[in-house]
């Protein structure tokens, strides 16, 4: 008899016999990263939350089998730049339940978030943005990134002032952290970012940075150290986004940083994103001067988002007059196997979807990890993947932003922000000349307990997500 109470207290976690939960997902293979479940289960689900993960059948006013298929927390994008309608239906097909504009963020906050409430799909949130409010504050034309005085004056000290006042008034407005696109606002001294993040420091909030460009032989590691510093003076939380992306050659020498800061007890995590190939906007003050010096590329390395032709000098030239998107097919293969291998480097899109066109990891990140580097290539284990999408992304947040303790797990009391999918058949479908593909293998999406994906297809018309905020 204590042999099989102790049998059933252990594998029926949360149950609560004679209940009927709203929806059970039965016969699925559950992991969970943060318990190392993995093993087949019936998942209870009652108003947007977990509220049994049972080793035996459950009752539920829905039913809906998943044997065969893997039972996950929904994926975390800390790094999406595409927050509307379009590119939350390709996350949700790319198994992502929550997006976030985390590196270069937003200005004014409050009226973002109002904006997306009750319209969205999936779970949306933001930081305070450095660039954003250094643009509106300088009058900067940019569209998105800064393309006139922002990138290329050095501010006055009554704009640096108001700059600082813009990005606390959207920390009291809620938002995630403090977003930095150093490299794109090259005037900004060191001692500018310094003071923001000593307000990041102050507030106990996180910093997302896109660092300076490296412009010597040294590549990245005189921005990284920059920021380290910062983080370590401050006592900032760093989070460094896109690391294979900036770091490039120098790609093993910015983790043995990363990893020897983190052991001397500097908060610092990193993220990456699948793809040998970057994205950004052709009039942007990366591209200013001898860009292909200091990057490393040439102008057949550069790809227009709009035709998808490869660039000349010529062509070059006249879109950096009129502006866009642009593709730069520059990251050494080498740098994103050791992303990939390393465990403390956490998968993020920096996806934005424009009418159709964008880079391919706007639609097909967390599919490609799963399809290519798990399963075909055998690059790393699926648990290690699943962490690092889940579980490692909510943990980064989790500190400032209460609701992510309940995210990135699957366990009694989770928020019902769950993945579905077929570990045998999953795979991206997104390329660079047709990015606007739904990743294939992801069945079933849910969040806060309702279907936005179910059966591989869009549920129209439901409008689960919510807008994440330190409070």
Known sequence: MRKLLFTCLSACVGIGFGQTFDLVLTNGRVMDPESGLDAVRHIGIRAGRVESISATPINGRAVVDVRGLVVAPGFIDLHSHGQDAENYAFKAHDGVTTALELEIGVSPVAPWYAERSGKALIHFGASSGHVPARMKVMHDPGDFLPSGDAAHRVATDEEKLSVINAVRQGLDDGAMGIGFGIA??????????LRLFQLAGDRHLPVFVHM??????????????????????????????????????KTATCLQMIEGAKRHGVDVTTEMYPYTASATRIESAIYDGDWAQRTGGTYHDLQWVATGERLTPES????????????????????VRLGLTNPIVMFASDGRMANGKGHPRSAGTFARVLGLYVREQKVI????????????PAQRLEASVPAMKNKGRIR????????????????????????????????????????????????????????????
């Not at 794109?184 to 970012?193: D, K, L, M, N, Q």
């Not at 069945?443 to 279907?451: I, K, P, S």
């Open 184 to 193: 794109y606002v090259p005037t900004a001294g060191r001692e500018e970012i």
């Open 212 to 249: 300076r460009g490296g412009g010597d032989s040294d590549g990245a590691i005189p921005p990284l150290q920059e920021v380290i510093a910062d983080a370590a003076a401050t006592g900032a939380a760093l989070h460094v986004v896109h690391l294979t992306s900036v770091c490039a050659l």
């Open 316 to 335: 070059f030239a006249r879109y950096r007059k009129e502006g866009g998107a642009i593709i730069a097919h520059t990251i050494p293969e080498v740098a």
């Open 381 to 392: 284990t699926l648990t290690d993947a699943l962490r690092r999408m889940t579980l490692l």
């Open 412 to 471: 009694v009391g989770a928020d019902a922000d769950i993945t579905v999918f077929d570990a045998d058949h999953v795979i991206d479908r997104a390329t660079f000349e047709n990015p606007a593909q739904y990743s294939d293998g992801i069945r079933h999406v849910l969040v806060n307990g309702n279907f936005v994906v179910r059966d591989g297809k869009t549920v129209e018309g439901v409008y689960p997500g919510v807008g994440l905020r330190t409070k």
